[in-house]
């Protein structure tokens, strides 16, 4: 990143109308409520309750407890002024054990949600799968077993017949790599499980699970202007080393055409089944997969929080059998296990990870370039810093100071053309952050974890004064 003229820090910029301005959050990281209303068991309270899995020990079992804080949370969007929420549905609320007759009790929680943004003009955005796969399912194969696919249409066809009449936009699928390769691959995620082989398998399936659901959605789905997406996390790659065009070609590979290829143009790329062929023939691949799995698109969700840098390994690749350590085996990327990651000049969010405003203008054009007629929609982007609370105020200046850049980046890449629809900030509430527990904070609402009290930081004050305005807002004193 150019610091100084070019650091993104723009003011004044001003969105369309239309451009929609809102939140997210993702039904285990907020709800709580794990062991109520008949909602059945998910892979992640299998995990979180897994010792040495989660920092600290923590689990979603309460989280921020929205599942009983629904209203007030509700009050709480419609003061920031959000104009839509993006929401996960937890599948195990729905079916219990991941198929079969529905929970009427889990289902009226999303009614109630639903009605409830309605009741406040916030456009509901529903995505049916963030991560919290049926243990039932999982004790079947998970997603690397091909039946979770025709499971997960089933329950998409379900959830549309329930709220196919108020719902605007249907997300079946947030961020698949995570659930495949962290869930399946480095095993970092639940259900916890390392094999090459079934992290293939797992993206596969849940492409196929993507398309076979976005079917069923269509047909029960009764909101004429309903519009349907899927999310995606894309790995933007940058390099200088002399091998950094292979290594960056190999992740782009595994990592964002293994999605885009069979879903944006029906086939998957044939440089994957080669990188990969000494782990599988893609044989699981059966012939009308790809016609079920490439189904129309209203927008293309994007996800975005840094950039990767990447070169190939100097010393021998690894083999499949090595230990998996990143440090011994280079990364633990399918057909990619001699691809280094190296270190990103900063600055860095709390993650760790390297703010990088440049990589999202470079993302949605190159993007807009790969799909010219797909318009896109930033479903993520915001960051975890370590806030402090003072009399019941956070100044958040980085965050805000990182909003600043990443809406610049937006504007800049709609005025080279790209065709973008809106921006959610990720997320609403501090909330469960996987395997790094309650340790890491992305909110434009602080949540006091004992008290579970809720507090709008600065940065929340400075969203809603852009939704208000549809421009950046300009610098105030300290924030520069
Ligand atoms: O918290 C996650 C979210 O669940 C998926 N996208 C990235 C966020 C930050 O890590």
Redesign the pocket.
Known sequence: MIEGEDDYRDSGLEFPADFVLGSAT?AY?VEGAVREDGRGVSIWDTFSHTQGRILNGDTGDIADDHYHRLESDLDLMARLGLESYRFSIAWPRIQPAGSGAINERGVDFYARLVDGLLARGIRPIATLY??DLPQALEDAGGWPNRDTASRFAEYASHVGNILGDRVSVWTTL??PW?SAHLGYGSGVHAPGISNDLAALRAAHHLNLGHGLALQELRRAVTKPDAEYSVTL?FHVLRGEHETSPEAIRRIDAVGNRIFTGPMLRGAYPEDLFEDTASITDWSFVKATDLANISQPLDFLGV?Y?STNTVKMRDAAPATADDSRDPAITGSTWPGSRDVEFLDQPGPYTA?GWNIAPDGLEELLVSLHEQFPKLPLMIT?NGA?FDDVEIDGEVHDRDRIDYLRRHFTAAHRAMARGVDLRGYLV??FLD?F??NLGYAKR?GLVRVNYESLERTIKDSGRWFSELIATRRIPAPRGSER
Do not use: L, P
Request: charged fraction near 15%.
């Open positions: 993702a990281q963030h991560w947030n961020e995570c996390n996800n929080y993650m993520e975890a990720w997320s909330n952050e996987w992305f």
